[in-house]
């Protein structure tokens, strides 16, 4: 099946500073690659997303790239604020539309 | 239109004891999922479903079993619980081709 490697584990940035994690993925046939945000007691939120047919997407502070052939992506927030403090996740699709999650990036931003 | 909630918020349960976990979503999606995340932990699906009388085995089914009897409700069960089933449990649901993967707040489980 998929797996998805995430890296790094923690992240802590300078406010105002960028901050990028990465993942990799194994499954070439995966074709969607969404990022969630969560907060400490709180659901995963959806803050991005990603398909096969596009490299790049961007929404405000945060992009996210995609590079099929290496079989990797990555998340990049410039500009960060204290609010921006929380467990990322990546995940890519399997077979049957199965979400396939990361580990798991806790990112720190000290103001 | 209230997303995707889950019942109960809370529970504990003691060992060998069994429950039903509620998922319902008013999105009309096709596909639901039950994830399991551990402190600390990433988010591991355990079964899932493409459609109304569906299901399928994700990555750590065993212990569980589930049911998609109407498109809105995916119902999860704990036929006898064990310590190692202690966790936080999400239902998400989504739309065919990956797009708007929707959580519920999560169900918080203690088995003693």
């Known amino acids: 099946g998929e797996n998805v490697e995430q890296h790094p584990s923690t992240l802590s940035v300078q406010e105002g500073d960028s901050a990028v994690i990465k993942c990799t993925y194994s499954d070439s046939a995966s074709n969607y690659f969404p990022w969630y945000k969560q907060e400490l007691g709180k659901r995963p939120q959806l803050i991005i997303d990603?398909?096969?047919?596009?490299g790049e997407k961007k929404d405000q502070r945060i992009a996210v790239t995609l590079n099929k052939t290496a079989k990797h992506f990555s998340l990049h927030i410039t500009e960060t604020q204290p609010e921006d403090s929380a467990v990322y996740f990546c995940?890519?699709?399997?077979?049957?539309?199965?979400?396939?999650f990361g580990g798991g990036t806790r990112v720190l931003v000290k103001p | 239109n209230a997303g995707v909630t889950q019942t109960p918020k809370f529970r504990v349960l003691k060992t060998g004891q069994s429950m039903t976990l509620l998922c319902a979503q008013d999105?009309?999606?096709?596909?639901m999922y039950w994830y399991r995340q551990d402190p600390g932990m990433g988010l591991r699906l355990i079964h899932y479903s493409v459609g109304e009388g569906t299901t399928a085995k994700g990555e750590v089914p065993d212990g569980y079993n589930v049911s998609r009897l109407k498109k809105q409700n995916f119902l999860l069960g704990l036929e006898s619980a064990a310590p190692s089933q202690t966790s936080v449990y999400f239902c998400?649901?989504?739309?065919?081709?990956?797009?708007?993967?929707?959580f519920g707040p999560g169900t918080r489980l203690l088995v003693l």
């Open positions: 999105m009309n999606h096709e596909y």
């Open positions: 995940a890519a699709t399997a077979a049957g539309n199965k979400l396939t």
């Open positions: 990603i398909r096969s047919n596009v």
């Open positions: 998400a649901s989504g739309m065919t081709g990956g797009a708007g993967r929707y």
